[in-house]
């Protein structure tokens, strides 16, 4: 993406933020409650129209593109919120992901039960009756069947218990070895053991990029992340 702005109305979010996603890999974009993050992949997912800037997916230009538009393209997305269709089964959500795959759909929900084991027990269940941590293990294993060529995730471990966690750590990294993984977390640690490189926002802008072994005992991005009584 290139000089991205945008935001709600006359609220304006983002300042000309520009930054590439290689074809393989993790970038992780870390920030403080209110630095823009959410509305960073709202506005690349085609959520929000930009009011500057452009977006690039393969070399094309898909700025404004519809987010259903974008997951014909190959870009696969999990929000932080509404993981999960509550009122269909476990399965019949992971279901959506294999209709979401390229064409010719080869493949089974059997890709998503050998990730997450537990899903397999719970596949007749309904899915807004799972546990927080259950529900983050549907929406991933849904997002990952479709087979994007980008994954776009949105705190994919907020409210999960460590057990979780690390499944959700290995399935990611797996993944990343052969496709292109966008990031939001909030767990420093955890970003920085996955991502090859990250971004810190502040207030709409990139404060810091660099290399995340690098940035991993950088005092500076502790300084950018630590939260304070104007954060919203």
Known sequence: MSSLSGGYG????????????????????????????????????????????????????????????????????MPQEQVVFPTLTVEENLLLGLKARPKPRRGSVDEAYDLFPKLRDR????????????????????????????????????????????????????????????????HVDLAMELAETVLVLQRGEIAMEGNARELRNDPRVLAYLAPTSAAV
Request: aromatic share 4%; proline share 4%.
């Open 10 to 77: 006359a609220s304006r979010v983002l300042f000309g933020i520009s930054f590439a996603v290689p074809e393989q890999g993790v970038v992780a974009v870390l920030g403080r409650n209110g630095a823009g993050k959410t509305t960073l992949l709202r506005t690349l997912l085609g959520f929000l129209r930009p009011t500057g800037g452009s977006v690039e997916l393969e070399g094309d230009d898909v700025t404004g593109l519809a987010p259903a538009r974008l997951v014909r393209r190959g870009v696969g997305y």
């Open 123 to 186: 596949r007749r269940q309904q899915a807004g009756t799972l546990s927080g941590g259950e529900r983050k293990m549907v929406g991933l294993g849904r997002a990952l069947l479709s087979r994007p060529r980008l994954l776009v995730l949105d705190e994919p471990t907020e409210g999960v218990w460590h057990a979780v966690v690390d499944e959700i750590l290995g399935a990611l990294q797996d993944y990343a070895t052969h496709a292109a993984v966008l990031l939001v977390e909030q």
